[in-house]
């Protein structure tokens, strides 16, 4: 079965650059999550899309932006990078309806140097 | 705010015990929880997921429960086995709420 598809899997950034994340739903998933995971941290939600509008906000810095495209991918920008924003960052996707599970990707590791 | 705590942090358990994991929450009105495991460096991957108006759900070896009231939820693991050896989160899902909130885990090791 298809799975959550996320590119780059290993990013590696200097400081005060920029990078964009990619993910790509299960067909016919219509909301797709962002979540970032520090060291030993559990995830932490950033934000959620629902038919290409933002549907949820969480700790989501400033510096990032994201999107949601007409053929569901999203992409999460993130600028002026810091060390801080060295982690694994996560896509999931699932389908309308509330009791739909999420599925994760296999994230992007992201190290800021 | 919901709080989503995992006792213990880490577990060492020898290959074909049935063991059981710990999951509470703070808050009890949830839409859904859900189980993952997770492998060191690796996604999440979904286990099970209980509705706030179900009891438990079983998948093979795995039977999760919920008791909304008292904010807690298990994940029992049956004859468990070395490939079992994973970190393994639970997340709950509030009602109005897209995000999952995660608890912190809990490091599982199968000892063979």
């Known amino acids: 079965a298809a799975g959550v598809i996320q590119s780059p899997r290993h990013l590696i950034k200097e400081k005060r650059e920029t990078a964009t994340l990619k993910c790509y739903p299960i067909?016919?998933?219509?909301?797709v999550y962002w979540y970032q995971q520090g060291p030993g941290q559990d995830p932490q939600f950033l934000i959620s899309?629902?038919?290409?509008?933002?549907?949820d906000k969480g700790s989501i810095p400033d510096r990032f932006s994201a999107q949601q495209f007409s053929d569901y991918h999203s992409e999460l920008n993130m600028s002026s990078l810091e060390l801080g924003d060295s982690a694994l960052y996560f896509c999931?996707?699932?389908?309308?309806?509330?009791?739909?599970?999420?599925?994760f990707g296999n994230g992007t590791r992201l190290t800021v140097t | 705010k919901q709080e989503v705590t995992q006792i213990p942090a880490a577990l060492s358990v020898p290959e074909g015990e049935n063991l059981v994991l710990n999951c509470s929450f703070t808050?009890?009105?949830?839409?859904?929880l859900q189980w993952f495991r997770q492998d060191p460096g690796k996604g999440l991957t979904s286990l099970l997921l209980?509705?706030?108006?179900?009891r438990e759900q079983t998948s093979g070896r795995l039977n999760a429960s919920l008791d909304k009231s008292s904010g807690r939820s298990t994940l029992y693991i049956a004859a468990s086995q070395p490939g079992d050896s994973a970190t393994y989160l639970c997340?709950?899902?509030?009602?109005?709420?897209?995000?999952?909130?995660f608890g912190t885990g809990t490091r599982l090791t199968i000892i063979p």
């Open positions: 999931a996707s699932s389908r309308t309806g509330g009791n739909s599970p999420l599925h």
């Open positions: 067909p016919r998933h219509d909301t």
């Open positions: 899309f629902y038919e290409k509008m933002q549907s």
């Open positions: 808050d009890s009105a949830i839409y859904n």
């Open positions: 209980i509705q706030s108006s179900q």
């Open positions: 997340a709950v899902k509030r009602f109005g709420n897209e995000k999952l909130t």
